[in-house]
């Protein structure tokens, strides 16, 4: 089993109950157990001399995804202090372009934080259907944030 995992289950299912009990601390070590089970069955595979690459792609990895934020904030106020601005909502596919459900699952979830694009399904093969509030050239810009994202991603995660 993933001690970490459990460990880090634990220690939050303690801090969100912020009761010491002794049942509260066997209930919650019994929902780390299972959720980490169900989460992740495989033991994670660690590669020692791969660590300084992973851990300079996470740091770009948290800076593309706020500049993403940042620039979907900045999209949605102008859109939302000038309404006569032309807008085009729709949904567009956008291919995670990964074999990692890990990786297509962090994607979809970056690109839900930025404001005006949510995932709403993930279809066959990682394909991400997302409503954006402006799809005039969301494709192209998605797709190039996708194609970055996919690059740091694989060289964050382990393969699997």
């Not at 049942?23 to 780390?32: D, E, K, P, W, Y």
């Amino acid at each position: 089993m993933q001690t970490w995992m459990i460990l880090l289950l634990w220690l939050m299912y303690l801090g969100l109950t912020a009761n010491l009990q002794l049942s509260n601390l066997v209930v919650g070590l019994l929902i780390a157990v299972t959720l980490t089970a169900f989460l992740h069955p495989d033991p994670l595979r660690v590669d020692v001399r791969q660590a300084p690459g992973a851990a300079w792609s996470l740091a770009r990895y948290v800076v593309v995804v706020a500049k993403d934020v940042i620039q979907g904030g900045i999209q949605v106020a102008r859109l939302v202090l000038d309404p006569k601005l032309p807008v085009k909502p729709g949904v567009i596919a956008i291919p995670s372009g990964s074999e990692s459900e890990w990786a297509t699952a962090l994607s979809a979830h970056a690109i839900t934080l930025s404001p005006g694009a949510m995932v709403i399904e993930i279809g066959e093969h990682g394909m991400m259907y997302t409503h954006t509030l402006d799809t005039t050239h969301a494709d192209e810009s998605i797709a190039e944030m996708q194609r970055l994202r996919r690059d740091l991603l694989e060289k964050i995660l382990p393969e699997e």
